[in-house]
């Protein structure tokens, strides 16, 4: 936010009153007049009355000393991770940083469950327990010692906005299963959905398979080796093209991610958030690329990992800046910010007898002190509140935790959906079938399987109907309850909706049977920026043979519909939602909460 000088004055007449200190009422409130009360000559009001980007800037020998602190520690202490080349056992977990008072939660790498599982009968109580599938496989998976530029490519597409030791069981399976970006390219949609099944925005898988098509198609195979190149892959932005090229290639370029960012604005005592374009777009990049080219700019992706690295560990959004094993703990600027608030919330509290900082008189003072033409609107004065709730919650112990400031919070979408799950069982055996239907190539969860479902409620159709209400920030819309009445009604309709001439007769008839099995509590699963409430019904259907069954089709509005045995679905790979849904099902049935109800064999047809 930027104001001009006449806004700048206008502004300070405004708040002339609000320079005055309690202590010192009574007295004239012009600027000539008002008393010295806060020490100008002190570093805290010098961060606080900069208005120049220059005052971030990293000098020559400051850069040099953080690059070889940074590369001192990463050698030294780094995680052993499968796409660096390590062999196992692997590292992902941060548990043990900062965690000052509380009891470390590190546990061991495991992988996710096989989807059999989510059949079995549990007790509705009873934690699941992970099976040890991938802590196996750290011993079996096959190449270890190589950082190859399509491993870089694969860990960084799994790594955003995803924990590493939740990537890590991913990144093993993937590699063995697609070695190189040739057998990436070979593979079927559905075999590389089902190794990214329960990482979550998958729209990175397709972005992935379709960049490794270009590669094999456009490169013969060979992942470019510059900046420029790579940006030219489908999925490969400015921070994946510079993390492959540095780190695979050698080339000195800097990487930014929101690790970075909070590193960065520690360093330099910058009042912004992580997500803010001004930090994660233009001045993160002109400061890590100080950092990586000091000296003799030699390896930057050592470098890069390191910044990333240290984000993710001792300079946490929990970090202090004062743990013993922080490589910069020298150098935050955050850190000197903290004792700067302390010696001067100290010394008005003994000469003026102020209990808390006075953040809204300070920061009226540096603006009356020093009008700017243009001023930055830096939020300042939050992280001078931040600091006051640090000394009041304990004066002896100040730490940089307020920097960078939390990113702004937008509302979820709130959703409710009516989910059926269709179970085919035949009678002369234990062989069991799910319909499922095939999302849209686009979209949420684009090209993924899931059980049939139905929105019966959107928190975006309840705006778009109120036209006057002001946006929200953060807050959460109050999610109806629908009657059981309507639910399967919807649900009903829709699922009629799904047969085409082909299977109309025999699939119509079972929906409008009717006999489904609503279980009583709803369930949530929360994507990124839209939260489902999920209303489940259950139809347990028995049939003479498969044989007589139309196995899969497609519906009038171009979906596939299928009929799965759970073999089948662990080979497309299911969502972490439908997994969700199956557990819901398999707990209620182990309670008897749901009870397979009757229905007519079904004649064979005749030949």
């Given at each position: 936010g930027r104001i001009s000088r006449k806004g700048a004055n206008s502004f300070l007449s405004s708040y002339t009153a609000c320079r005055l200190p309690n202590c010192a009422k009574g007295m004239s409130s012009s600027p000539s007049s008002v008393p010295k009360v806060f020490n100008e000559s002190s570093f805290l009001w010098k961060w606080a009355s900069h208005h120049d980007e220059s005052f971030y800037d990293f000098g020559h020998d400051e850069a040099l000393k953080i690059r070889e602190s940074l590369l001192s520690w990463y050698r030294a202490n780094r995680r052993k991770l499968p796409w660096r080349g390590d062999s196992p056992p692997y590292v992902g977990s941060t548990a043990g940083y900062n965690n000052k008072g509380r009891k470390s939660n590190s546990k061991d790498i495991r992988g996710q469950k096989k989807i059999k599982n989510y059949f079995t009968h549990t007790p509705k109580?009873?934690?699941?327990?992970?099976?040890?599938?991938?802590?196996?496989?750290?011993?079996?998976?096959?190449?270890?010692?190589?950082?190859?530029a399509y491993g870089v490519w694969v860990s960084e597409i799994m790594l955003q906005q995803t924990r590493v030791e939740a990537v890590i069981p991913y990144y093993l399976k993937w590699m063995d299963s697609f070695p190189t970006v040739n057998h990436l390219a070979n593979a079927s949609e559905d075999e590389v959905n089902s190794h990214w099944a329960g990482l979550g925005f998958y729209r990175r898988a397709r972005l992935l398979h379709q960049g490794a098509k270009l590669v094999v198609d456009k490169y013969e195979g060979n992942v470019p080796e510059t900046v420029e190149g790579l940006m030219k892959i489908s999925g490969i932005g400015p921070y994946t093209a510079s993390a492959v090229a540095s780190i695979a290639f050698g080339i000195c370029v800097p990487v930014v991610d929101g690790n970075v960012c909070r590193v960065l604005s520690r360093l330099k005592g910058i009042a912004n958030h992580i997500k803010s374009p001004a930090l994660k777009d233009r001045l993160g990049w002109t400061l890590a690329e100080k950092i990586v080219q000091a000296g003799d700019g030699k390896n930057a992706g050592e470098i890069n990992q390191a910044l990333m690295e240290l984000g993710a560990t001792y300079c946490a959004p929990a970090g202090t800046g004062m743990d013993p094993n922080d490589p910069l703990k020298d150098f935050y600027m955050s850190t000197k910010l903290a004792f700067c608030f302390k010696e001067e919330l100290q010394r008005l509290s003994k000469i003026h007898g102020y209990k808390t900082f006075p953040v809204d008189a300070y920061m009226n003072s540096v603006i009356a002190e020093k009008p700017p033409s243009i001023y930055i609107c830096d939020s300042k004065s939050s992280i001078l509140t931040g600091f006051n709730e640090l000394y009041t919650k304990d004066s002896s112990f100040m730490s940089h935790g307020p920097f960078p400031l939390p990113p702004p919070k937008s509302a979820k979408r709130e959703e409710v959906l009516v989910v059926a799950v269709q179970c085919m069982m035949e009678f002369r055996g234990n062989c069991k079938r799910y319909l499922l239907v095939k999302r849209p190539k686009s979209g949420l969860l684009a090209g993924q399987w899931e059980f049939p479902s139905v929105c019966i409620w959107s928190s975006d159709n309840k705006k778009k109907s109120n036209k006057n209400q002001k946006k929200k920030d953060g807050k959460v819309d109050v999610v109806?309850?629908?009657?059981?009445?309507?639910?399967?009604?919807?649900?009903?309709?829709?699922?009629?909706?799904?047969?085409?001439?082909d299977v109309e007769k025999e699939f119509t008839q079972w929906v409008e049977n009717r006999n489904r099995t609503q279980i009583q509590t709803s369930k949530e699963h929360i994507f990124s920026h839209i939260r489902h409430t999920m209303w489940i019904e259950y139809q347990y259907l028995k049939v003479e043979d498969f044989i007589d069954i139309t196995a899969s089709w497609k519906a009038p509005d171009g979906r596939l519909v299928r009929w799965m045995t759970e073999v089948e679905m662990e080979s497309v790979g299911i969502t972490s939602g439908v997994k969700k849904v199956l557990k819901t099902v398999a707990s209620a049935s182990s309670n008897g909460t749901i009870k397979p109800k009757k229905s007519q064999k079904r004649k064979r047809k005749e030949p």
């Open positions: 109580e009873e934690p699941i327990e992970e099976s040890n599938d991938v802590v196996e496989n750290q011993s079996k998976t096959s190449k270890t010692g190589n950082i190859t109806p309850f629908i009657e059981e009445s309507k639910r399967a009604e919807a649900l009903t309709q829709y699922l009629k909706s799904l047969a085409n001439n």
